[in-house]
């Protein structure tokens, strides 16, 4: 049996689960309201304020949505009561984000800067960082999909590079430096 699939989701205080026809789960809380078309072999209960997730048979097909679709459903619980955020970090003479709305404003080190619109569900703030740290970006959404791939777009205007480090990093991320070139060697 899946170790996921067999879990059941809970639903915190102020959040609201139901079962749609056509296999449909749909999330409602706090942060923003949810809904996921379940493949029709996996079948949904909802008793007890939990959410229970089973299959029919031990084919691999199966097995593999079992723990897909628990894991789906419990990070849409999670995004509609507490949320999902992102920080990433601007590393570079003169990289700059700033936002104002649903737009947001990039300089970068090209001869252009860099415009981008959000979707209507994410959210976006720069903080304001003290003098000779790196300009943050902090974005927010309830839909961890969503926002792994705007985080994604972001990132991928400017990559981290190996020797110095310079670009779109995330917030604690490790990157793998390289040594650059050694003196001529006579």
């Known amino acids: ?68 679709y628990r894991a789906l459903v419990n990070n849409m619980v999670v995004g509609v009561s507490e949320g999902f955020e992102i920080k990433q970090e601007f590393v570079g003479v003169g990289y700059r984000v700033e936002a104002q709305g649903q737009m947001l404003n990039f300089s970068l080190g090209y001869s252009h800067s860099i415009s981008l619109q959000l979707p209507a569900e994410v959210q976006a703030e720069t903080p304001q960082v003290k003098k000779g740290e790196n300009p943050l970006l902090v974005i927010r959404s309830c839909d961890k999909q969503l926002l792994g791939q705007v985080a994604a777009k972001i990132r991928s205007f400017r990559k981290p590079e190996p020797y110095k480090g310079k670009g779109i990093k995330y917030v604690g991320e490790q990157l793998r430096r390289k040594a650059g070139k050694t003196a001529a060697a006579k």
């Open 1 to 68: 049996m899946s170790r996921i699939g067999k879990l059941p989701v809970n639903l915190p205080a102020g959040v609201k689960a139901e079962l749609l026809s056509g296999n449909v789960v749909k999330v409602k809380g706090p942060k923003g309201e949810m809904s996921q078309k379940v493949d029709s072999d996996i079948t949904v209960t909802l008793e007890d304020n939990q959410i229970k997730f089973t299959r029919p048979t031990d084919q691999p097909r199966h097995r593999s949505m079992h723990g897909l």
